[in-house]
């Protein structure tokens, strides 16, 4: 098997991996509050994460190649991708559903590439900011189903509005962290912005009133079949084959938009396991969305004509 034909691969299962960490996550939520299934899944991805460094033989010593600047860029693009945009991630998905959260989802490749303009000086095309639309566009038409069962209109439009925000910040943490994770081994880099993510959220937590509450997600119950194995797979198996698929892609874009499936998938997971709809406005939405982020990541240099 080629390099191409693995990274293509690991793309693929990324995204498959993903989707099925969402309807974990979504059933998660149920039991365990946002603040505490965010800490939990960091938790046991940080340490799925050393063990991997263990097995590659990469010691401790590999963290002094880190500039200290680079190392508190990362360690910033943590708190704001990990701590902050996570959490929101998962009080987003308890109000709206997995159908409707992996459509807002979409709005992650037009959020970089914005950033990525804005703060990287990186060019938009006129076919990105029509791309950007189009995703826009399927966000606008999914404040317009029918709230899940159990919640209201008004907490359906929060939702999505919080997922709105999780997608642009976690845009941001990504775009902080792409000049830097370009020069340092991508797991320690990994490592270190889920790390500095979680020492925030755990101070954070440690000074609220409920704290007690919050921290006793680590005593075992019968919600960890559903959190440990969400974040077995969408906090350490996603992003490893994430990265591989990066890694080993010949091209960046395909690689990205294979990624981007994962909204696909768990519309489709989430009516089977879940029983979520699967309704024909779901389903135009999460096209014109896919449609969007095709021109998004492809459209890099071709001038609108």
Known sequence: MDDNTLGIICALLA????AFAMIFFKRS???????ALNLFKN???IVLLVATLGIMGEGFGAISSFSKNDFWILALSGVIGITIADTLFFYSLNLCGVGIVSIVDCLYSPFI???AFLFLGEVLTPWQLVGAGLVLAAVFITSRHAPPEGRTRKQLVAGILIGVANMALMG???VMARPIVEYYPMIWAVLIRMAAGTVVLALFIA?????R????VFVPRRAWKFSVTGAVLGAYLSSVLWIGGFKYADDTSVAAILNQMASLFALVLAAVFLKEAFTGRKFFALMI????IVLVILCDGSPLE
């Open 15 to 18: 995204a498959l991996v993903w």
């Open 29 to 35: 939520g149920e039991k365990i509050h946002p603040l």
């Open 43 to 45: 938790t046991i991805a």
């Open 113 to 115: 590439i914005f950033f």
């Open 172 to 174: 941001i943490g990504v």
């Open 207 to 211: 000074a609220l009133p409920n704290r």
């Open 213 to 216: 509450e919050l921290f006793s």
């Open 289 to 292: 969305a896919l449609g969007g």
